[in-house]
């Protein structure tokens, strides 16, 4: 890490937290605003038009009230002025009430389109950009950062469109009334114009630290509340809480910033009419009582004054808010402009298809084959923040660290959060329709070599190879489909037992979910409410044991029946009978499968057709059990620890 970048400071968290250096970050233009607002541009222009005919309904009143006062000072009957009058002021009022419903429901749009574009966006990044971001933050850009936009629809930007129709003609008037008039009034203008775009600069950069905070907060209440048992159990909730209070205090400390500024941009508007108000008023008097101007004329003057420094205040609260909205802009375009997992994969699936790639990868070749693979986590470096990094060595030093395969840490760990290289070399083939077994101590790589073939990640080097076609020239949703795969700590999502089952077989039936249930030993599950498959599992499936989470992520796998199978440590929650039943589940579906199982127990891979042995990144084995036993010191030590032999 170049000497440059700072450091960010330690967290007050038991649990650890990076911090990202406070700059400014990339900034939002101007231009990059336009496209959410063109995805409107038929309302917007509505709105405009309102704007213009309120404008001109606004600029005719001064105009009859002169009229007005002449007929009244010459003693004539005032006719028809009156009503014209009433009906400009109520066309005026109409005008607004529709143009203000426009607008919200544009803004709301705007916030909607915005947010659907960053859901679209997230779910699509790159697996490795979940490793350097913190979900929390990623939230809070689809929350809150998307809302400073719908302020610069409702708050100005489009209000201030028709506010400078008003003040152009509002302007022009009043030179042709008085000009002298005018030369003082544009002369206060211009001062309070110059003092709002030096002030409002800072806007800016102040709303995008704000939000930057409020993202911090988020990621932090994230955190806490998802490991609120480990929290709870620690007797770390003061801490938890201290730490979450201090985040939400630098929100705070940068939402006053922000108030600070924005008290001395509006203010001014305000300042600027009375300053101007007085000006006219003198001067204005005094010269009415020369008899340069009518009093006529200098009660128009005076309507036109304010009508001139209203869409002043539009203008000065337009800055402000498109300043504050280019500071979360900032934040959602650098998701945005990220680029999404298999952006080339449209054209790598027509290639595919055309040479059938796919649909044969399993009719000769082995099924999965890696092929002299070298892989490396990247470094810290092109991590957004250091959490992970700080987080990784923290718990590796309390012994517990969870390296980036999900295995607990061993130097490996440090290695691949290091970006020192997790895999070395590594070559091995597992057969069409057999059991593999992945084996090795912790932080050996297990896991990623199941990362790797269903591309979460790509090789530093060689090839990892589905059916003898390299994985990168296959689209992964076409790969994925042939692929079932249960992590280790594989997720229960939050909803129902139908719900997480039809996750990755959506058309699946009631029968055939029961029938898998059953074939995983959940069956009693289904007994314990009414409701059966539609049975809520709570937020991470906590109204499930853990071995129950295991077999129902195991049964979601199963239900899709894919050609090839990843097993990571899938009966490391289950007991001894529960382990064997789904032994027994798995081996029923294995027929014409090919399974790659990584486990810590040799009890469960004894009987595999080629057991893989891995130790720091590299294969040192390969063979059956007894073959191993013989060959293989590393893999004799583990089965004598387990008393395999």
């Not at 504050?324 to 802009?329: D, I, N, R, T």
């Not at 790797?452 to 689209?475: A, C, K, N, W």
């Not at 499936?541 to 992520?553: C, I, K, P």
Request: aromatic residues 4%; contains cysteine; hydrophobic residues 50%.
């Amino acid at each position: 890490m170049s000497s440059s970048t700072s450091t960010p400071p330690r967290s007050r968290s038991p649990l650890g937290r990076g911090r990202k250096a406070a700059d400014d970050g990339p900034r939002a233009r101007f231009s990059q605003l336009l496209p959410f607002l063109f995805e409107h541009k038929k309302v917007l222009a509505l709105v405009v038009a309102l704007s213009i005919v309120g404008a001109a309904a606004s600029l005719a009143q001064p105009l009859l009230v002169s009229q007005v006062i002449t007929v009244v000072q010459a003693g004539d009957p005032l006719d028809m002025l009156v009503w014209a009058l009433v009906g400009l002021v109520i066309v005026s009022g109409v005008i607004s009430g529709y143009q203000h419903y426009l607008l919200q429901r544009t803004g709301t749009s705007v916030v909607y389109s915005a947010r659907r574009q960053l859901v679209h966006r997230i779910l699509r990044l790159p697996i490795s950009q979940f490793d350097r971001r913190r979900t929390g933050d990623l939230v809070s850009r689809v929350g809150s950062d998307t809302t400073m936009l719908y302020a610069v629809i409702t708050q100005g930007l489009v209000d201030a469109v028709g506010g400078s129709l008003v003040f152009v003609g509002a302007l022009i008037a009043m030179l042709i009334i008085d000009p002298v008039l005018l030369g003082l009034t544009v002369l206060v203008i211009a001062v309070s114009v110059v003092t709002v775009v030096l002030i409002s600069g800072r806007v800016r950069v102040v709303s995008r630290k704000q939000q930057e905070k409020v993202g911090d907060l988020a990621a932090a209440v994230e955190r806490s509340i998802s490991a609120i048992r480990t929290v709870r159990a620690s007797n770390a909730t003061e801490r938890e809480t201290a730490a979450i209070e201090a985040d939400a205090r630098g929100a705070f400390d940068m939402g006053v910033k922000v108030a600070k500024i924005s008290a001395l941009v509006v203010p001014i508007a305000g300042i600027a009419l009375q300053v101007s108000f007085l000006v006219v008023l003198g001067v204005g008097g005094f010269r009415v009582a020369s008899g340069a101007i009518t009093i006529a004329s200098l009660v128009s003057f005076i309507l036109f004054l304010f009508m001139m420094i209203m869409p002043l205040g539009q203008a000065f609260g337009a800055i402000n808010s498109v300043n504050q909205a280019l500071g979360a802009l900032g934040r959602i375009q650098e998701v945005i402009d990220l680029p999404v997992e298999g952006q080339d994969d449209r054209e790598i699936a027509a290639k595919a298809a055309a040479a059938g790639a796919v649909g044969a990868a399993l009719a000769g070749a082995p099924a999965i084959e890696f092929v002299d693979v070298h892989f490396a986590y990247e470094t810290p470096a092109k991590v957004e923040d250091e959490a992970a990094l700080e987080t990784a060595a923290a718990a590796a030093a309390a012994g517990f660290a969870a390296a980036p395969d999900g295995e607990p840490a061993g130097d490996t760990t440090l290695d691949a959060v290091a970006g020192k290289g997790v895999l070395h070399g590594v070559s091995f083939a597992a057969a069409r329709g057999k059991r593999t077994a992945i084996v090795g101590p912790s932080g050996a790589g297990k896991s990623t070599i199941l990362a790797l073939i269903e591309r979460f990640y790509d090789p530093t080097s060689g090839s990892v190879r589905f059916g003898g076609v390299d994985v990168r020239e296959l689209d992964r949703i076409d790969l994925r489909s042939q692929i079932g795969y249960v992590e280790q700590d594989a997720p229960v999502l939050a909803g129902t037992i139908r719900q997480n089952l039809l996750l990755a077989t959506p058309d699946a039936t009631d029968e055939e979910c029961v029938r898998v249930l059953h074939a995983v030993n959940l069956g009693e599950v289904l007994e314990r409410s009414e409701e059966g498959l539609d049975a809520a599992v709570g937020e991470d499936g906590v109204m499930l044991s853990g071995g129950e989470r295991q077999r129902l992520a195991i049964a979601r796998a199963l239900l899709a029946a894919p050609p090839v199978l990843l097993l990571d440590e899938s009966t490391s929650s289950l007991d001894g009978l529960n382990e064997q039943m789904l032994r027994e589940a798995i081996d029923a579906v294995a027929e014409n499968r090919s399974l790659i199982v990584i486990a810590h127990r040799l009890s469960t891979v004894v009987d595999s057709d080629q057991i893989v042995v891995v130790d720091h990144g590299r294969v040192v084995g390969v063979g059956t059990h007894s073959e191993l036993v013989l060959s293989t010191p590393l893999y004799r030590d583990l089965a004598k620890h387990q008393l395999l032999v």
